[in-house]
């Protein structure tokens, strides 16, 4: 009798939607203290996440997907992540992602803008970055 593989109930919640909530085989993600790689039976924890790119493997594809920040919850094989903003690099709208890099980058050269915009433009800053770095690597797939 074949063993049955063992898998990761993967969740990706935002305010908006359900981004995504697949069966998947290993998950990448990038914590505030290091990346995290999570395979069946890990132990559960709670993480807080960077806004970087997040990927999973499924089927011997990895997937990617840019996440803003947010929080990752391990439970007996489920792996759930609350997230203000999540996109899959189909999407992601690659212009507004250059237009919110640009106008972030502008802000920063602005230094009469106070320190609470500075800190407010690097995230955004950072946000676009990801979504754009997500694009390029799924094309260059
Ligand atoms: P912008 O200034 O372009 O709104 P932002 O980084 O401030 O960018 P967020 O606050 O992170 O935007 O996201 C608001 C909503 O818009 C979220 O639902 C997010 O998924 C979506 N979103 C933001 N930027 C993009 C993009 N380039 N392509 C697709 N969806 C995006």
């Known amino acids: 009798m074949s063993e049955t593989k063992k898998t990761l109930q993967l969740e990706v919640i935002t305010p908006d939607a359900v981004v995504l909530q697949e069966k998947v085989d290993f998950i990448i993600a990038r914590a505030l203290d290091g990346d995290i ?3 069946p039976g890990h132990t559960a924890m709670i993480s ?3 806004i970087q790119e997040f990927s999973y493997d499924q089927d011997g594809t990895r997937h990617i997907l840019a ?6 919850e391990v439970h007996d094989d489920v792996v759930t992540i609350l997230t203000p903003a999540a996109e899959r690099p189909t999407d992601i709208d690659l212009s507004r992602a250059n237009s919110a890099k640009d106008r972030a980058e502008h802000r920063l050269q602005d230094k009469k803008d106070s320190d609470i915009d500075v800190a407010r433009a690097e995230l955004a800053l950072k946000r676009a970055l990801c979504r754009i770095h997500v694009v390029n690597h799924y094309r260059g797939q």
């Open 37 to 39: 790689g999570i395979l």
């Open 48 to 50: 807080a996440l960077d």
């Open 67 to 72: 996440v803003s920040a947010g929080f990752l």
